[in-house]
Antibody, heavy 116, light 106 residues
């Protein structure tokens, strides 16, 4: 069974940093592209960053470029999101998703709150 | 970047109705569109991929179609559990982009 489990969310002050992690199981981790998608309170879905399988490239939304970095650890089967210079508008539930047949599997999400 | 314009933003319907939601892409994206259902407090659930292919386990009351850069999700014979918010996404090109969402209520 495909499982994605996010962790690392919490309350952080503006300008601070946080590292999210998504533990993947039930599939060949290195063979799949993976994405981070977020949802601000009461808002729609926003794609944040993506990582192609086999280290074939990473991509970031303009809204987070230069502040967030997506990476994967193929030994631990985890997808990470390093978030620096956090802003109030980064407050959201962050989901990781497997990019297979159009994001066929999602985690339950982890909540990030940026507030002083 | 590719924009996905989804309409309507909200939709009222009754049990047993058939409804249609549309996403228009700002440029050609082949058939790389997926549709999701999301209920409050839950992660999105994939319904359709490649514009018209049903995800495993999704009932056939959900269907997708494409005409050029216009993509449509149709839900037939609405049941109470279908009332939720629906999103499209293009995954042809990074950055991926979601539609704004359609809230379907009774």
């Amino acid at each position: 069974e495909v499982q994605l489990l996010e962790s690392g969310g919490g309350l952080v002050q503006p300008g601070g940093s946080l590292r999210l992690s998504c533990a993947a199981s039930g599939f060949s981790f290195n063979s799949y592209a993976l994405s981070w998608v977020r949802q601000a309170p009461g808002k729609g879905l926003e794609w944040v960053a993506g990582s192609r399988g086999s280290g074939a490239g990473t991509y970031h939304a303009d809204s987070v470029k230069g502040r967030f970095t997506i990476s994967r650890d193929t030994f631990k089967n985890t997808l990470d999101l390093q978030m620096n210079s956090l802003r109030a508008e980064d407050t959201a539930v962050y989901y990781c998703a497997r990019d297979s047949y159009g994001m066929d599997a999602w985690g339950q999400g982890t909540t990030v709150i940026v507030s002083s | 970047d590719i924009q996905m314009t989804q309409s309507p933003s909200s939709l009222s319907a009754s049990v047993g109705d058939r409804v249609t939601i549309t996403c228009r892409a700002s440029q050609g994206i082949s058939n790389y569109v997926a549709w999701f259902q999301q209920k409050p407090g839950k992660a999105p659930k994939s319904l359709i991929y490649a514009a018209s292919r049903l995800q495993s386990g999704v009932p056939s009351k959900f269907s997708g179609s494409q005409s050029g850069t216009d993509f449509t999700l149709t839900i037939s014979s609405l049941q109470p559990e279908d009332f939720a918010t629906y999103y499209c996404v293009q995954y042809n090109t990074y950055p991926y982009s979601f539609g704004q969402g359609t809230k379907l209520d009774i």
